[in-house]
């Protein structure tokens, strides 16, 4: 039994698909089913039950997972303490799934200023248990601050709409005055989607959202020919809108997004992410408020 074992074993898991696994590994399905084949056979026990379409973890395979997981973590924990002992340069992996738009001046000052550390981003999720990261970066509609969570900025959010709405006659928007609009938000249940849907709450309606998009620059996009408004985040969203078709209005109640650092509490905490989880704190707090003007 190997490292790369494991590894493929809770790739299968979190996939719950050999054939997508295989293509997310990089390597050939007949392979990766070998391997899996392999470690069960050295198990004695399946650790998965197969179907047509999909496998799913045998009870056995859970209890297997649990420990994979933790042997790969302490192997990995065990090679960042070492680096940390003798001094090397260390590897940073940094999961980065909210205000994007400040990480290319985030990464660019950071190897600036510490060139000896290698920064690999992903965009791995810290709700699953095999995700791949030291530090996470993501959003959220309320602070987090405790043993291993920072949050990193509070922004207010506007809502945006077509320069032709003519809601833009108003400098201030209440949320009874978006009744009849349509909404537009992130796929799935995001921050924004659950800010959205407390907006419409405190008007009294239940929001009508025409659609739910993958990215921000669709939603300005949708915004600018009228199909829809939408919160946009003041500090992390607005100063990236260059869109003359979109107007931003403030709200009379407050609707605060939250962008929160967290760490996963049984990790080892390596002096990289010391450095790390210091700059990124800096970074944020210097971060300037762009005020908008349409």
Known sequence: MNTLQLAYFLKVCETGQISKASRELFISQPSLSQTIKGLEKELGTELFSRNRNSITLSENGKIFRGYAETALTALSDAHKAIQDNMGSSSTIKLSYRAATGMLPGIVTKFKEKFPDIQLIINQADIKDSSAEADLYVFASDFAINNNCSITLLTEDCLIGMSVDNPLTKEKIISPEMLKNETFLTLQGNTPLSRLTHSLCEKGGFYPKVSLE???REIIFSMISIGAGVALIPQKTWAPLINN??????????????HIILQWKNSAYFSKGMEIMIDF????????VCFPFSK
């Open 213 to 215: 998009l993958d990215t």
């Open 244 to 257: 003359s078709e979109i107007a931003l209005r403030r709200l009379s109640t407050t609707t605060m997004r």
């Open 280 to 287: 990124l704190k800096k970074s944020f707090a210097n971060n």
